[in-house]
Each structure stands twice: as C-alpha cells, then as structure tokens.
C-alpha cells in the first residue's frame, strides 16, 4: 500500500531554515507528481509546492515563492521541501502527498518561533 513518511520538521527561529524529507512507497515514484501541503492550527490544508515526475516543473504558492524550493529524487523515492527565511506564518504540519493517491502520512511539525 502507499506508504509516506514525513521527516526533518522542528523549531526553528524566524528567518531560519529548515529541510523537509518525504519517503514514499507502495507505488511508482517516478511516474507520480508530488506535493507539499501544510496545515497550521484552526486552518484547512494547504498545497505548498508541487513538482513534476522528472522534476522539471515546479509550482509554489504565493505565500513561500521565492523562498521554498521543492524537488525530488526518483532513484531514492524521496522529495524534498528545503525552506528558507522562514516566518511564524509559516508554522503548521506539513504534508507530502502523490498525483492521484488520496493516502496522507503522519506530516512533520514545522514551528517558527518569531
């Protein structure tokens, strides 16, 4: 079954960065685009960033482009979210997430202390 494991989040001070990791497995890696959510306290899950199979197309929300930069590696079966200047808003529980699965793992805190 897929399967995503969530990992490198925890407490970091405003303007800080922070590397995110996602495995995944129990499906084709390669052939599956894949995203970042986030979800912060009292708020509805957000999409961060998402990447295409080979890596070559990104997209961002407005909120972190220019300082999240997602990408993957298909030998590994992992993606990554590196963030950077991090903000209190940027505080929440993130997520990654394959095209077409609706399967979410146990996400990593990320908190930005200002």
């Known amino acids: 079954q897929v399967q995503l494991v969530e990992s490198g989040g925890g407490l970091v001070q405003s303007g800080g960065s922070l590397r995110l990791s996602c495995a995944a497995s129990?499906?084709?890696?390669?052939?599956?685009?894949m995203y970042w959510y986030r979800q912060a306290p009292g708020k509805e899950r957000e999409m961060v960033a998402s990447?295409?199979?080979?890596?070559?197309?990104?997209n961002y929300a407005d909120s972190v482009k220019g300082r999240f930069t997602i990408s993957r590696d298909n030998a590994k079966n992992t993606v990554y979210l590196q963030m950077n200047s991090l903000q209190p808003e940027d505080t929440a529980v993130y997520y990654c997430?394959?095209?077409?699965?609706?399967?979410w793992g146990q996400g990593t805190q990320v908190t930005v202390s200002s």
């Open positions: 990447v295409s199979t080979a890596g070559g197309t990104t």
């Open positions: 129990g499906f084709t890696f390669s052939l599956r685009a």
């Open positions: 997430k394959p095209s077409v699965y609706d399967v």
